[in-house]
């Protein structure tokens, strides 16, 4: 009994061996390494609890930042900023009448990645938004195919109404937002004036271009969450757009109306290509009327690129006997002639290799300067030229403003051309005193003839009245000729409209001063001249004591004389606009 008691002891001792007999050992203060052994090994535990601790914390973590960076990604993924569009400012005619403005539209989008069946909903969506035609049934198609794409356009700037059947179709990932689109309502009129704004309602040219920045205003944007269906569920936060201002301009559109009708007219009549015409105050520099045809139909730019430019100031051309104006003007102011002052003229003048012809036959007569003008002399005007000089022709040139901006600051105005004193040929002389060896825009003609009519003070011609509040007055004024000079050009142009060269041009009730020009078109090579096609203007003014109007017309590509179509032309706008405008005879 004993012995097995004693061998179960033993046993239970050499189980017990490790931790426990440590332990005994050290109770009893036994030796110094088996101390240092227990140490070590509970510095290991502790080391290992350590570690754990450690992983366990940077795992916690780990999560911890990665849950923060799944949120974000899935608040990313609900939440979208919007811009919000400005409303862009209208423009206006000087009576305010509507002639550009912004229509409520609605954009049509879709995410084509959520569409089970995108054949399927690119026909309900061509039937719900009236998409008619196959070209743009088959883009629409197109586009939604793809399903790699998250966004793409179905329609752009839709009726509001038509966008709201689209979106009760209730299909995943399509939706809408407002835009706006840009309309004109005088379909076409003044379309060279007033430019246009592109798909994005960014200014493209004219007005619309020139005062982009101002009609525009300030875009917002608002913060919303969508579902994964791509529905909107709530909007966060919104920022209010700033709308654009309004730009009232000097034009009065029943004059602009008539002044197109009368041009389409008088170039179907004439068998020319394009015409222009420019009605302005003298007294103000108000443009009343700036006219062009072929008109931009319906504001649509692009089709014919060569009728979409404002030609009264983007096209020179060499005007003619119209210039007569500045050569005799400028002879008075400096003394050299007065109106009756008579000069003997030959049939024709030659200098050089250069021959001047009459427009039309005569024998040798003898015509005071009132005559050269009333009857439009070639052979008088380079005689009174020549009086003159290239010095003096070249001050009164420049005093008058051509080759130069006129001021208007319209977008691609031309300067024109006048050749500076060190690049006149010999016969320079005889051709730039009746129109010739020059090029001018219709513009600089209207505010040369506006000096004359406005007693010899130029007013800087203005298209624009008022941007938002801003209303804006004459920008210039000085003076180019004595009033007495202009009095005298006045009756000389009287009496060249009651007898002369432009008697078709007169109006009943009514005293109008005026000039007709025939300008020969210079061919592309340089080599001459065109035969029988010419630039024939008139430009009138009345009542001519006392001038309100001026009025210009120009027809380029014409076989007609000046006094023969573009007289009768200004005679119909300027009866019109005298009336309308309650101008008494």
Known sequence: MAASTSGRRRAAGQRDGGLGSLIR???????????????????????????????????????????????????QQQTATVGLPAHRGAILDRSGQELAVGKPAQTVYATPDLLDDSAA???????????????????????????????????????????????????????????????????????????????????????????????SGVAGSEVIVRDPAGRTLKTVRQTQPVPGADVRLTLDEDIQYVAEDVLEHTVRASYAETATAIVMDPRTGEILAMANVPRVKGNVFGRTPANDRNRAVTDVYEPGSIFKLVTISGALADGLVSPTTRFTLQPSITLYDRTINESHPRGTVNYSVREILQWSSNVGAVKIGMKMGKASLLKWMHAFGFAKPTGIAFPGEAQGIVPPADQWSGTSIVNIPMGQGIAVTTMQMAAAFSTVANNGTAVTPRIVAQVGTKVSGMSGKHRVIPARVARQVRSMLETAVAEGTGTKAQIPGYDVAGKTGTAEIPLPDGSGYAKNTYVASFVGMAPADHPRLVVLVAVDGTPMYGGDCAAPAVQRIMRFALQHLEIAP
Do not use: W
């Open 25 to 75: 050992v050290a109770k009893r203060g036994g030796g110094v390494s088996g101390g240092e052994g227990v140490d070590g090994r509970i510095r290991l535990l502790r080391f290992v609890f350590i570690v754990f601790l450690v992983l366990v914390g940077g795992k916690a973590v780990a999560l911890a930042s990665s849950s923060e960076n799944l949120t974000k990604i899935a608040l």
């Open 121 to 215: 909903a690119a026909h309900d969506l061509c039937a719900a938004l009236q998409i008619n035609r196959k070209r743009e049934r088959r883009v629409v198609a197109k586009v939604l195919a793809q399903r790699k794409s998250g966004f793409a356009y179905v329609a752009r700037k839709v009726d509001p109404e038509l966008a709201k059947a689209a979106l009760a179709l209730d299909l995943p990932g399509v939706g809408s937002y407002a835009e706006e689109e840009r309309t004109y309502p005088m379909k076409g009129s003044a379309a060279q004036v007033l430019g246009f704004a592109g798909v994005d309602n960014n200014g493209l040219a004219g007005i619309e271009l020139l005062y982009d920045r101002e009609l």
